[in-house]
């Protein structure tokens, strides 16, 4: 009981920390048609507003339809339609994915409209890769011929998810091949490890940089597609075996803390909290599913109690590096600066959910 009272009042503060996040005038990154871009405040329409939202809508769901949690999403979404939503691109389609959640339980007619438009784009307009990878190009800048780890998050599993709800095969389909493809060029076949990014001018990983974060979205998503879609058994399979050997790499680069580093396998990098919410989640939903063995489990505890220890008194989760673009060298990733973000705290969102389920 003492447990399920930590995690329950530790939400509760995420939530209000989530809602507390300002822009407060650094890391200013101009988008491509002038727009100011906004990676940390509550309100903005972007992928660590999309993948916090996604935590929210989780813990929604786990709190049986919480009304004030489904006011503030739906608030959330009618304040950025009333604004006008942005150019589609692979960031600006993350806060889809919540809302194909909320429209698959609510059947709103307001939101079908825009989840149809926007799923119907990126099926058409988005630029392709060689193998018809989803080219990571983003609000202010264009990624030729790359494919990231983070499009796997920001577009796939809303595809996948859509897809499902409103019985569109199509993109079911569309999200496997995603998977597939991502995985031939991402899967590190030494360690089992994923690279950050690949790109196919000079077809090369870039700096070979084993990320937790980017590694971190992989082990949430090759779980949280089988939860959003019904995937045919022959890549279930592949995806699984990939999962399960992504897991085994993992578990010996765990600190005595809990944690894991930017650099999964550089001891000289940082903890970072973020990625060790991602894996905490990731670990703890495998165990449970019966898809992972009692040490990932174990491991994913582990994880939960020094996430946890970041969340600040103030409901702000610390330890988060900031948004991560591709890195030529490894010194690189070091590098990144700490900062408060919404990504930062819907990942422990989602690690704290699914410790609440293993207290049932």
Known sequence: MEERRIIEESLSRLVSGFESLRHDGGFVEPNLDGTPGDYISFDGWEWPQGVGLYGLVQLWLA?????????????????????????????????????????????????????DDWANRV???????????????????????????????????FLASYGQAARRPDLVDEAVKQFLVHAQFLADRETGLWFHGWTFEGRHNFARARWARGNAWITACLLDLFDLATIPEAPACFLRDLLRDQVKALLPLQTDEGAWRTLLDDPGS???????????????????????????????????????????????????????????????????????TGYGQSLVILALAEALKQTE
């Open 63 to 115: 709190r049986d339809r919480d009304k004030d949690l489904g006011a503030m999403l739906t608030g959330w979404y009618d304040r950025a339609m009333a604004r006008g939503l942005p150019g589609m691109n692979v960031n600006t389609t993350a806060p889809m994915l919540a809302l194909s959640i909320l429209w698959r339980e609510t059947r709103d007619p307001r939101h079908e409209a825009v989840l």
């Open 123 to 157: 099926m058409s307009d988005a630029p392709r890769t060689p193998f018809g990878g989803i080219q990571h190009d983003v609000s202010d800048k264009v990624n030729s011929g790359e494919l990231w780890d983070d499009t796997l998050f920001m577009v796939a599993l």
């Open 270 to 340: 940082y903890p970072e909290t973020s990625a060790t919410a991602g894996f905490a989640y990731g670990l703890m939903k495998g165990a449970r599913l019966g898809l992972l063995g009692y040490q990932a489990g174990q491991a994913g505890r582990r994880a939960v109690d020094y996430v946890i220890r970041q969340i600040g008194p103030e409901g702000v989760v610390g330890g988060v590096s900031y948004g991560t673009r591709m890195g030529h060298d490894l010194q690189f990733y070091r590098d990144i600066p700490i900062q408060p």
